[in-house]
């Protein structure tokens, strides 16, 4: 049996705009990757927030760092999705 | 110590000047200061403002990354960086960036620098709120060009 | 209207950003700043100030044409040159820039442009009152090639 | 008979300290040019003022405007001799 562990998800700027949402708790099993976590996430928000959240432009901050790869989460991290930025 | 603020204040340009010319001490000789503005026209759409997002913590250190890379690149007294966020109505200031050196070409490249990579490497959302709708703005292709301008030798024009 | 000044009195940089954006106007998103000082230091020598001289009429017509010289190049709304002369004691201001422009990349090129000829074309006489004596100071050859650098290509970078 | 007319010239910074004077008031022959100009100063300032005044990187100033070749005086000229400028 795999043992869950709670995870923090945030959404910024059209993601959280499209998904009506801006964070969640979400749980996950323990040293999940990427496509559990979008398993999670599906199974949570529906299988319409697929298409937004693997956007080609869309990073994924794993503790505020951007992770372009595969990634294994443990309790209490914070993801988050980002849109394409534009500062100044 | 260079300062970094995230805020929905407005801020004040002679307040920024003036504590960067105390922190850039005895031999600053060039300070070098952009300031960002809302503006009202984009093309044929009228902006009636615009709406700022950021992620606290993330943020900061994107710009800390910045500001880093151009002290490696110039020699700088101190630098000072205040961003707004939240809804800024059209002609409201955005954005003010201060670079104190020795010399004015430091201050330069580092102030142009600095405003070329918040445009695309600074972890901020920009809406603009037009006569017509509401739109999430990208970077655009000049904004990238430019940002990769640094990696060609433009930046040793002023060294 | 442009504005340039050549005076004794220090100039306070608060006015001359509030000037200058208003008399910019609704589709302003840029300001460029630039302010030199006085350091007091210059390589070995201590510098105790700088004594300033100009030929007045002359010295403005150069920084007119120098400011047409930029505005043939970029877009700019407004440009302020205010410039001292006298006696200035190490940490005065000297010089002070302005440029407002719709963008970014006009605001600083012209920025820097206008300082670049002020340094070699603008009609000034600079002498460093040193612990060591006193020092009519020339433009630096690095001075001639930041200006002769705008006639090959640097300038279309911001364009 | 040459006709002499009034001209004012103007010496600054470094020349002003070398001639030991800021402007001086010149009789010199109407429609005088450069060789001209100089005899004049040379007779009122002596002939100690030709080598700064002659200086290589001194540049002249008629009416506010450098002359680099020849030029023709006239009554009420200013000319200003300047050594190499720099502002900012």
Known sequence: MAINVKVNVLFFASLKEDLGVSEIELDVSDRAGRSDLLDSLTSELGSDCVSPLMAENVSIAVNRSIEKGEFVLKSGDEIAFLPPITGG | ?159
């Open chain 2, 1 to 159: 110590m260079d300062e970094i603020r995230v805020q929905t204040d407005d801020f004040s340009v002679a307040d920024e000047y003036e504590a960067c010319g105390a922190a850039a001490g005895l031999d600053c000789g060039a300070i070098a200061t952009f300031i960002g503005l809302v503006r009202h026209a984009d093309g044929d759409s009228k902006v009636e403002g615009l709406h700022l997002e950021h992620y606290p913590g993330m943020t900061e250190a994107s710009i800390k990354n910045i500001i880093e890379d151009a002290r490696n690149r110039w020699s700088l007294q101190h630098v000072r960086v205040v961003h707004r966020i939240g809804t800024l109505p059209a002609g409201s200031q955005i954005v003010l960036v201060v670079v104190a050196s020795s010399h004015r070409p430091d201050a330069f490249a580092a102030c142009e620098f600095i405003m070329d990579f918040l445009k695309t490497e600074a972890v901020f959302w920009k809406k603009e709120i037009r006569s017509d709708g509401e739109l999430w703005i990208r970077s655009t292709s000049g904004d990238y060009e430019r940002r990769d301008g640094w990696d060609d030798g433009v930046s040793s024009v002023g060294e």
